[in-house]
């Protein structure tokens, strides 16, 4: 079993920076490839960007590529979205995911954005730009 647990969402002016937090708990073998997703009112949950577990492949929705940074530190459980320039269209409900296979290569992002595709879930974060 698999805990994620997110933090560091809230209300931000445009133009603002955020970072969220997310802390895994229970077996390490089950998430290997970590990501985000966020979710707006009235819309379908929004892949936004995935990490591998040696953190050699990331990849990016291109709605927030070069604003957005993944990375995560296996040491401490945690996968981390730092969040620049941002919009009043990224307001949405941000979710950490977990996959048990990993997200290496190029191809595997064609995956990455279904939501099916990964296997746990935490309870979302917050992020209101205005």
């Known amino acids: 079993h698999v805990q994620l647990v997110e933090s560091g969402g809230g209300s931000v002016q445009a133009g603002g920076s955020l970072r969220l937090s997310c802390v895994a708990s229970?077996?390490?073998?089950?998430?290997?490839?970590m990501g985000w997703f966020r979710q707006a009112p009235g819309k379908e949950r929004e892949w936004v960007t995935s990490?591998?577990?040696?953190?050699?492949?990331?990849f990016y929705a291109d709605s927030v590529k070069g604003r957005f940074t993944i990375s995560r530190d296996n040491a401490e459980n945690t996968v981390y979205l730092q969040m620049n320039s941002l919009k009043p269209e990224d307001t949405a409900m941000y979710y950490c995911?977990?996959?048990?296979?990993?997200?290496?290569?190029?191809?595997?992002?064609?995956?990455?954005?279904?939501?099916?595709?990964?296997?746990?879930w935490g309870q979302g974060t917050q992020v209101t730009v205005s």
């Open positions: 995911a977990a996959r048990r296979g990993d997200c290496v290569g190029a191809s595997v992002r064609f995956v990455l954005s279904r939501v099916d595709a990964w296997n746990y």
């Open positions: 229970g077996y390490t073998s089950s998430w290997n490839c």
């Open positions: 990490v591998s577990r040696a953190s050699d492949f990331t």
